[in-house]
């Protein structure tokens, strides 16, 4: 039912023009083991429904269990101290720093009501620790209203400095984290779930 009522809404959802990262629509595609993004340069994205071998660390592969390889939100790379805005209007669901070796270190989960009878969150991992300082579960922001910044390598889980941004349409319990790689056997049931951010985003 979540995903019908999402899909309704997204495919008659106008764009306003807002940019979670300022140049994101002029961006191309990367990856996540590219140069890291030097400020002037152009922003990168990619990795969708991806298939990586790169996660290596324990929280992705247990020893004894089938590692988790399947991206389900889309990276955007850009340098250190970029802005984030969030696309629609929301208010904060919950925030907390993810500080397990390939983790999200600072994240901000967000919740946004669009329409009646739809509500679903976006996450954004990989920030700077001061974007949680004060920040308050319940606290609103507008669509289009800066909210966090990029984090460094050293802060961010140990990855090149990006954004991660995913749609959850049935987020539970979860608080501050939810997975962002799912096992190949679950993959459809984990897409499904978190659907593809391209259009919200304002991708290609």
Not at 2 to 24: H, N, Q, Y
Not at 128 to 156: C, H, I, Q, V, W
């Amino acid at each position: 039912m979540a995903r019908e009522a999402f899909d309704r809404w997204l495919s008659t959802w106008k764009p306003a023009g807002i940019e979670v990262i300022d140049g994101l629509r002029k961006a191309q595609a990367g990856k996540l083991d590219d140069a890291d993004v030097k400020p002037g340069e152009t922003i990168r994205f990619g990795g969708y429904g991806e298939d990586r071998s790169l996660y290596t660390q324990a929280l992705f592969a247990p020893e004894g269990e089938e590692p988790r390889t399947v991206h389900l939100g889309v990276d955007v790379f850009a340098p250190a101290g970029t802005e984030v805005f969030t696309p629609l209007n929301a208010r904060v669901h919950s925030s907390r720093i993810n500080d397990n070796p390939g983790d999200y270190g600072p994240t901000i989960i967000l919740e946004h009501t669009p329409v009646s009878g739809l509500t679903f969150h976006t996450l954004y991992g990989h920030l700077d620790r001061d974007s949680l300082k004060g920040l308050k579960p319940g606290t609103a922001f507008m669509a289009g209203e800066k909210f966090a910044e990029l984090g460094t390598k050293r802060e961010n889980g140990g990855w090149p400095p990006h954004l991660h941004f995913q749609i959850i349409l049935d987020i539970g319990s979860a608080k501050g984290d939810y997975p962002g790689v799912a096992k190949r056997s679950e993959r459809d049931h984990w897409l499904s779930t978190c659907p593809d951010p391209a259009k919200l985003l304002g991708l290609p």
